[in-house]
T-cell receptor, first 117, second 111 residues
Framework: GAVVSQHPSWVICKSGTSVKIECRSLDFQATTMFWYRQFPKQSLMLMATSNEGSKATYEQGVEKDKFLINHASLTLSTLTVTSAHPEDSSFYIC?????????????FGPGTRLTVL | RKEVEQDPGPFNVPEGATVAFNCTYSNSASQSFFWYRQDCRKEPKLLMSVYSSGNEDGRFTAQLNRASQYISLLIRDSKLSDSATYLCVVRTRSNDYKLSFGAGTTVTVRA
C-alpha cells in the first residue's frame, strides 16, 4: 500500500492556540487530499477535500476559517486548527489519493490525536 | 438517516469461532464497497473490497446484497489478532466518489 506520513502523531495544546498538522504522501503524487476527523466511538467524518493548488472544499458544518487547509504540492498538505478549543479534541486523519475513480483505493495517514486543554 | 449503519457490537467470540456482521447503506446508487479494519487509536486499513458476486480473502468472506442494500463480513477461524473495529465503507459517484464510513463493529476474540 501507499506510504503516508502525518506529523505530529499526537499533540496537546492549550485552548486558544493553533495547531498545524502535516500530511505527506511519500511514494505517490496526491492530486486530492481528504481530511477527516473521528470522535471516540464514532465514524470518520469528512471535513474537507482539497486539490493541489486549489482552495479546499469544506463539508457542511465545518468552518473553513477555523480549519485552514493548504495543499501547495502533490506530496504535502497541512491542516491548521486555529484557536483550538476542547471540542476540537479529536483524531485527525489525512487521506491522499492519486485518483477519484470508484475503483481507486484510498489510503490513510496514521492520524494525529489532538487534545485541547 | 445515516448513509452507512452498522451494529456497533461488541461481538465477543472465542478463538476459532466464526463471526459475521452486516452493514446497511442508504444510497442505492452506491458503487463501491469496502471493509476496513481499524485498531485502537490507529488509522483505518483496507481489509478487502466487496464485489457484486461476493469474494473471499483467506478467512474473510464479504457479500454484497444490492437489492437489500447491505454488505456482510464473515470471519472464520477467528484469531486473537482479528480483534479490531471493522468499518463498513461505501463510495458513491454522485457524492464525488467520497467515502462514507460506518461507525464500526467491534470484534473481540478471546483466548
Amino acid at each position: 500500500g501507499a506510504v503516508v506520513s502525518q506529523h505530529p502523531s499526537w499533540v496537546i495544546c492549550k485552548s486558544g492556540t493553533s495547531v498545524k498538522i502535516e500530511c505527506r504522501s511519500l511514494d505517490f503524487q496526491a492530486t486530492t487530499m481528504f481530511w477527516y476527523r473521528q470522535f471516540p466511538k464514532q465514524s470518520l467524518m469528512l471535513m474537507a477535500t482539497s486539490n493541489e493548488g486549489s482552495k479546499a472544499t469544506y463539508e457542511q458544518g465545518v468552518e473553513k476559517d477555523k480549519f485552514l487547509i493548504n495543499h501547495a504540492s502533490l506530496t504535502l498538505s497541512t491542516l491548521t486548527v486555529t484557536s483550538a478549543h476542547p471540542e476540537d479534541s479529536s483524531f485527525y486523519i489525512c487521506s491522499p489519493t492519486a485518483g477519484l475513480g470508484h475503483t481507486d483505493t484510498q489510503y490513510f495517514g496514521p492520524g494525529t490525536r489532538l487534545t485541547v486543554l | 438517516r445515516k448513509e452507512v449503519e452498522q451494529d456497533p457490537g461488541p461481538f465477543n467470540v472465542p478463538e476459532g469461532a466464526t463471526v459475521a456482521f452486516n452493514c446497511t447503506y442508504s444510497n442505492s446508487a452506491s458503487q463501491s464497497f469496502f471493509w476496513y479494519r481499524q485498531d485502537c487509536r490507529k488509522e483505518p486499513k483496507l481489509l478487502m473490497s466487496v464485489y457484486s458476486s461476493g469474494n473471499e480473502d483467506g478467512r474473510f468472506t464479504a457479500q454484497l446484497n444490492r437489492a437489500s442494500q447491505y454488505i456482510s463480513l464473515l470471519i472464520r477461524d477467528s484469531k486473537l489478532s482479528d480483534s479490531a473495529t471493522y468499518l463498513c465503507v461505501v463510495r458513491t459517484r454522485s457524492n464525488d466518489y467520497k467515502l462514507s464510513f460506518g461507525a464500526g463493529t467491534t470484534v473481540t476474540v478471546r483466548a
